[in-house]
C-alpha cells in the first residue's frame, strides 16, 4: 500500500513538472536497437531469475524443469507489469507453481529464501557502491536500509527456522487461529530448516542472484544510454538496487 501510494505520489509529481516537449524531444531522438537490446537482455535476466528458482525447488527435491519455469517466469513478469507492486507477482508464480506440484510449503520456503537471497545481493552491491559515490548520504541511507531488512530477516529466521521459537510461535498461533494454520506454521519451519544443510544450492543461488543483479544495472545503463544520457555506473550501483527493494 505504501509503496503503490509513494509510487503515485512521484508520477504526479513528475508530471506536474516536466517539460512535454522537451520528453516529446528526447522520444524523437532515442535510439530504438538499444531498446530492442535491452529486451533480449530482459529475456535472459527472466531465465536467470527461473535458474535461481530451480536451483532452491531442487534443494527441497521438487523436480521441475528449466523450461517450465522459463515459461512462468515470463508470463508472471509480463502479467505482474501491469500491477501496482512487485509482491503481485510473487503472489501470481506462486499460483502459477502450485498448479505443477501439490508440495505448496516448500514452494512458499523456497520463495522466500530466493527473495531473501536477491534482497541480500541487492544490499550488498549498494553498500560497496555507495562508499565510492561522491555523498555521504547515500552511505548512510544505504546503512539504514541494511539495518531495516536484516532486522527484519533475523526476526523471521528466529521464528521459523530456530526450533524452541518456532514451536512457541506455531503454540500461539494454534491459540488464535486454530490447528490448521499452526500445522502449516510447524510444516514451513521444517521446510526453511532444511536449507541449512543445502548450502551449495543457497551459494549458487546467491552467485545467480548477483549476476541477476549486474544484468539489470546493465538494462538500466543501456535504456538511459538510448536517450541520451550518460549517469556512472557505480552511481546506477549504489542506487537502484534500494530503489528496486
Known amino acids: 500500500v505504501l509503496r503503490t501510494a509513494g509510487t503515485a505520489l512521484l508520477l504526479t509529481w513528475v508530471l506536474r513538472t516536466i517539460d512535454v516537449r522537451q520528453v516529446a524531444s ?3 531522438d532515442t535510439r530504438y536497437e538499444i531498446f530492442a537490446l535491452v ?5 535472459g535476466e527472466r531465465i536467470l531469475s527461473a535458474v535461481r528458482l530451480l536451483i532452491l525447488l531442487h534443494a527441497q527435491d521438487i523436480a521441475l524443469r528449466l523450461g517450465k519455469l522459463v515459461q512462468i517466469q515470463m508470463t508472471t513478469a509480463l502479467i505482474g507489469s501491469f500491477l501496482p507492486t512487485s509482491l503481485a507477482i510473487d503472489v501470481l508464480r506462486f499460483f502459477a507453481l502450485t498448479r505443477h506440484t501439490d508440495r505448496i510449503v516448500d514452494v512458499v520456503s523456497a520463495s522466500a529464501v530466493d527473495r531473501a537471497m536477491m534482497l541480500f545481493a541487492q544490499l550488498t552491491a549498494a553498500l560497496i557502491a555507495s562508499f565510492f559515490v561522491a555523498g555521504i548520504w547515500v ?3 544505504t546503512v539504514g536500509a541494511i539495518s531495516t531488512c536484516l532486522s527484519g530477516a533475523i526476526v523471521l529466521a528466529v521464528i521459523f527456522i530456530f526450533p524452541w521459537p518456532a514451536r512457541r510461535f506455531s503454540t500461539v498461533v494454534e491459540r488464535v487461529f486454530g490447528v490448521w494454520f499452526a500445522d502449516r506454521i510447524r510444516e514451513l519451519s521444517a521446510s526453511f530448516r532444511r536449507f541449512a544443510t543445502a ?3 543457497l551459494a549458487a543461488c546467491f552467485g545467480c542472484s548477483l549476476l541477476t543483479l549486474a544484468v539489470r544495472l546493465l538494462m538500466v545503463d ?3 544510454l ?4 550518460d549517469i556512472p555506473a557505480i552511481s546506477l550501483a549504489a542506487l537502484m538496487p534500494l530503489a528496486w527493494l
Open 199 to 201: 548450502r551449495t544450492a
Open 222 to 224: 543501456l535504456q538511459l
Open 226 to 229: 538510448a536517450i541520451g544520457e
Open 139 to 141: 552511505s548512510w541511507m
Open 26 to 28: 528526447t522520444l524523437s
Open 39 to 43: 529486451v533480449a537482455i530482459g529475456m
